[in-house]
Each structure stands twice: as C-alpha cells, then as structure tokens.
C-alpha cells in the first residue's frame, strides 16, 4: 500500500512540474483537428491513429514544458510567485529535468515516426518551434505570437496525422484558419496572463507585450486579438460547412471570452489565474465537442 502512495505522490509531482492539466488547452484542437480530418469516417481514424496522435501531442508538451522550467529556473527563483516551483525550490534535480525533456522529446520523434513519414520529417522542426518559445521572452515584446505559433502546431500536427500529403487544398485552407484561430485566441489570453508578472519583467529585463505597451495597451491588444479570433472560428465553422451545434458552440466560446477580458480588467490578479484555466479549458472543451458532433451526425443539426 506504502510503495502504491509512494508511486502516485511521484507521478503527481512530474505531473505537476510539467503542468499537466494545462495539457486540456492544446489538445481539444489537436483532437477536433483530427475529427476533422476523418470526417469519411465519422471523425474516427482509428485507435492506432488515436493512440499515436495522444502520444505524440503529450510528448511535445512534456518536451516543451519542461525545457522551459530548465531555461527559466534562475528567474523563477527571484519571482516570489514562481519561486515555490519544482526547481527552484529543489523538489527535481537538474539533471532529471534534463532526462525528461530528452526523453519526452524522442517520444515525439518515435510517434511521430510511426505515424507516417511527413510528420515524422517534420518532428525535429516542431520540437525546435515549441522549445524556441521559452527563450523569447529574453528578445522580444512579441513573445506570446511565438507560443500561439507553437500550440498552433498541434492541430495541424494531427491532421498531417491522420491524412498525410493526401490533403486538399480546401483542407490546407481549413488548417491555416484553424491555426490561425489558435495562435489568436493563445495571443489573447497569454497577454492576460502576464499581467501577473508585470512588475518582475519590468524590473529584469524581460520582455512581452505588457511591458513595452503598458497594462492597459496590452489588454486593448488581447481583445482584439480574440475578436479577430471569432472571426476566424466562425469562417472555420463555414468551410467546414458545420451548422446549428457549432453555432451554439460558437455563442459559448465568445461569452466566455467576454467574461475572462472582463474580469481581466475588473478583478484581481488571483481572478485572472482563475480565468486564464477554467474560462480557456472550456473554450477548448466546447470547440472540440460541437466540432466532434458536427463531424459524427455529418451536418444533422439543422433548424428546418
């Protein structure tokens, strides 16, 4: 009983290092993307597809999240806010840090590998995307469009999953308004959440959109972001030719997205934590679920 305790405390400390939670935010469009992308088959390609495309997507978080606690362990040690964190605080060692990123980053490789010979070309390119945006902050105010650019990847990396070079130019299309509508919506809420770390970036010499526009700029910055970002999901919704449940979705996802630059402004900065999760997990949730019954009933919502 000792050694099953023992086990899930250490699992729950890697989970927590890499933030493993926050997994729900990119793979809810990797998923819809490859519904999507099966549509033939009623959104289904397979549980080897499925189980790859899983792999490979947790994988490259793993990879990705724990390169960035490894680049940004000095900084997190001066930030009261992040200096209880797992290297900082000296709960993980350097070293096994080190192994898991090696280690989660060949996962992907071999995934992707297996999956089929476009995405397994194109792994070393998207391990260099999403390991590269932890170093941005250090260069430039544009930081959170390199981290919109790398979780835009998993959608198009489950597509590519699924469908290979056998893709249209209608699908290329779909891919692109799709990334786009990630990269927006991550701009968005990313500007959001460094708010919290204004006054440490300032003071270090780290950059994001916040420090060189000013809270107030940087929050006009995000909205238009995730209007620009409506837009996007509602063309991607026309392309896809999806109908009433997409549209509820829709409704849903923009309330939310209301609600969290609401609270952005109105609340405290503990708010904004909470609306960074919990409103962003169910932007991501509602999409892949009408995306996934639009696909399974082939247009069946319809309002005669």
Request: glycine share 8%; hydrophobic share 60%.
């Amino acid at each position: 009983m000792l050694d099953v305790i023992q086990m899930f405390t250490l699992i729950t400390k890697w989970a927590s290092f890499v933030k493993f939670s926050h997994t729900i935010f990119a793979l809810p469009f990797a998923l819809a993307a490859m519904a999507v992308a099966a549509r033939d088959r009623r959104g289904w390609p397979g549980w080897r597809t499925f189980g790859l495309i899983l792999a490979a997507m947790v994988c490259a978080r793993t990879c990705a999240m724990a390169f960035n606690r490894i680049v940004d362990r000095k900084f997190d040690a001066l930030n009261p806010r992040t200096a209880g964190r797992h290297l900082p605080a000296g709960q993980i060692s350097l070293f096994s840090a080190v192994t898991l990123c090696a280690l989660a980053g060949a996962g992907l490789v071999a995934a992707s590998f297996l999956l089929n010979p476009i995405c397994f070309c194109l792994s070393p390119v998207a391990l260099g995307v999403i390991c590269f945006y932890s170093l941005t902050k250090r260069f430039t105010d544009y930081t959170h469009f390199y981290l919109g650019l790398a979780l835009a990847l998993a959608p198009i990396g489950a597509w590519l999953a699924v469908k290979g070079i056998q893709v249209s130019i209608m699908e290329i299309l779909q891919m692109i308004v799709l990334a786009g509508v990630v990269v927006l919506w991550l701009v968005g809420f990313d500007i959001i959440y460094a708010l919290q770390d204004y006054e440490f970036d300032r003071q270090h010499g780290l950059h994001s959109l916040v420090v060189a526009w000013g809270p107030g700029n940087a929050l006009q910055a995000a909205f238009l972001a995730h209007l620009l970002m409506c837009g996007l999901l509602l063309l991607f919704g026309l392309l896809c030719r999806f109908r009433v449940a997409y549209l509820v979705g829709w409704m849903i996802i923009v309330g939310c997205l209301v609600l969290e630059h609401w609270i952005a402004r109105r609340r405290s900065l503990h708010w904004i934590n909470v609306a960074f999760f919990r409103l962003n997990a169910v932007v991501s949730v509602v999409f892949l679920a009408v995306t996934v019954a639009e696909v399974i009933f082939q247009g069946g919502f319809w309002v005669r």
